[in-house]
């Protein structure tokens, strides 16, 4: 009964948030412009500067321990697997490309800040903050560089270097990792009434997404696309975390660097994806559905895998 209560404790509040986003946008508080302002809101501003103080607070670069680098190339890895099975499994299957490159996407990318730092804190605090935020340093460039390298040569177009890196420079969660970095190896301390503001904007970050992701849930033609949605869905959050959390745990990880490991892989597919799908001509729709079914479906999951790994006592 304890641990049912903890995985409820961490995962209720993420419904009841997404729940609350639907309800604003049924009774019409929000409608699709101000879910756009909101959204480019988030991901310019109140992510980008939780990301720079979660990275930030790491404090010293003492926290790059060889034992935290190991679980950083881990990560980098795990990444790299997932895509390639997703890829080996989906490419015989899809003739459509742009709809492959969605797809691989869709399986490999997660809403790693949003659910990683909520589901780390809820379960263990400042450590498990510390923990996420080390692999976001690994995780959010590999995830957007993998991104513009897949959607660029599925759209049909040539890829160019220079886009590619354009891509990725201007990412402003990358931007804002790379700040944190800078800050974290030059020792610059941020003045007490700066810092405040900073984590004041950053409070208001995991809230809000939440609420605009339940907002922006839409379903279009999802009964048509149910048997690519189901495909991504389990591999996404069944396979991708059993995976990754079964060989992490073979190669001694456990504890907070578990919980870092789960929040990488059983979160819902990156809003963000959704996006980028549109601007690169690739299948939008299907993105979108993506996201919108992952979000929903890893209420369950992640209810269940924090529930499986109390039990197991791997957390």
Known sequence: ???????????????????????????????????????????????????????????????????????MLYAFVSILLVLVLAWLIFVRLIADKKRLAVMIQGVYRGNFILFGLAIAGSLY?????????????????????????????????????????KQVSKNPLVIATVIG????????????????SLNDIAKIATPLAFIVLGAELKFGNMLKNMKYLIFVDFLKLVINPLISISIGK???FQGAEIVALLAMTACPTAVSSFTM??????????????????????IATIFCWILILKSLVWI
């Open 1 to 71: 009964m304890e641990n049912f209560l903890l995985a409820l404790n961490v995962v209720f509040p993420m419904f009841f948030l997404m729940m609350l986003g639907v309800i604003l946008k049924r009774i019409k508080m929000v409608d699709e412009r101000s879910l756009t302002v909101m959204n480019s809101l988030i991901f310019r501003v109140f992510m980008s500067t939780l990301l720079f103080l979660s990275v930030y607070n790491i404090a010293d670069l003492s926290a790059f321990s060889a034992k935290n680098l190991k679980l």
């Open 277 to 298: 799908a549109k601007e690169m001509n690739v299948d939008g729709d299907l993105a979108g559905e993506i996201v919108a079914t992952t979000s929903l479906v890893s």
């Open 250 to 252: 073979m190669l001694g």
């Open 125 to 165: 605090g400042d450590a498990g903050l510390g923990i996420v935020s080390i692999l976001t340093v690994v995780t959010i460039p590999t995830f957007n560089i993998l991104a513009v390298i897949i959607l660029e040569y599925y759209s049909g177009k040539e890829i160019s270097r220079k886009k590619l890196i």
């Open 181 to 196: 970095i800078l800050f974290l190896a030059s020792g610059i301390k941020l003045p007490k009434p700066i810092y405040k």
